[in-house]
Antibody
Framework: HLQLQESGPGLVRPSETLSLSCSVSGGSMSGDTHYWGWIRQSPGQGLDWLASLHYTGNTHYNPSLEGRVTITADMSANQFSLRLSSVTAADTAIYYC??????WGQGILVTVSS | DIQMTQSPATLSASVGDRVTITCRASEGISGWLAWYQQKPGKAPKLLIYEASTVEPGVPSRFSGRGSGTEFTLTISSLQPDDSATFYCQQYHSFPYTFGQGTKLEIK
């Protein structure tokens, strides 16, 4: 049974870079034809798709993030990562890693504050 | 970007009621639509994909219909455990986009 688990700091200072990792267990990322990605949810708000990555190397990003976001994968370690630069308070959210579409991590709350 | 509009935003219904939530896309997405259920403090749970395919393990009272720009999620007989927020998501094209959510309350 596929499981995903996010990890990373819960607090990031404004203007710095948010870095999160997602560890995948119960299955292998390489050769899995689904996309792996990140979705966030601001407190009390809806869901926003951030980025997706395919095992072939294809990546897609939400243009609303204006080039601040990068998704990468380490297939040998069975994990993938998110980097979001120049964060502001508006980036405070629960960040979920997902495998399209039925597998979600439990989410990690990241607060942007000085 | 494809805009997804859900209605209603909130819904109050009684146990045993038939409930329908609508999701409209700003352009045609064929059948590339998923429905999720989210309970407080939990990650969203996939209910339906490809507009009408029910995810294994999801109760049979949940069903989805639609194609193109208009889609519906129906709960045939509402149960107390169905209190949650429901979201639609299009995956026809990037950037993937979600509806704003429908909060379902059990009377």
């Amino acid at each position: 049974h596929l499981q995903l688990q996010e990890s990373g700091p819960g607090l990031v200072r404004p203007s710095e870079t948010l870095s999160l990792s997602c560890s995948v267990s119960g299955g292998s990322m390489s050769g899995d034809t689904h996309y792996w990605g990140w979705i966030r949810q601001s407190p009390g708000q809806g869901l926003d798709w951030l980025a997706s990555l395919h095992y072939t190397g294809n990546t897609h990003y939400n243009p609303s993030l204006e080039g601040r976001v990068t998704i990468t994968a380490d297939m040998s370690a069975n994990q993938f990562s998110l980097r979001l630069s120049s964060v502001t308070a508006a980036d405070t959210a629960i960040y979920y890693c997902v495998r399209e579409f039925g597998y979600w991590g439990q989410g990690i709350l990241v607060t942007v504050s000085s | 970007d494809i805009q997804m509009t859900q209605s209603p935003a909130t819904l109050s219904a009684s146990v045993g009621d038939r409930v329908t939530i609508t999701c409209r896309a700003s352009e045609g997405i064929s059948g590339w639509l998923a429905w999720y259920q989210q309970k407080p403090g939990k990650a969203p749970k996939l209910l339906i994909y490809e507009a009408s395919t029910v995810e294994p393990g999801v109760p049979s009272r949940f069903s989805g219909r639609g194609s193109g720009t208009e889609f519906t999620l129906t709960i045939s007989s509402l149960q107390p455990d169905d209190s949650a927020t429901f979201y639609c998501q299009q995956y026809h094209s990037f950037p993937y986009t979600f509806g704003q959510g429908t909060k379902l309350e059990i009377k």
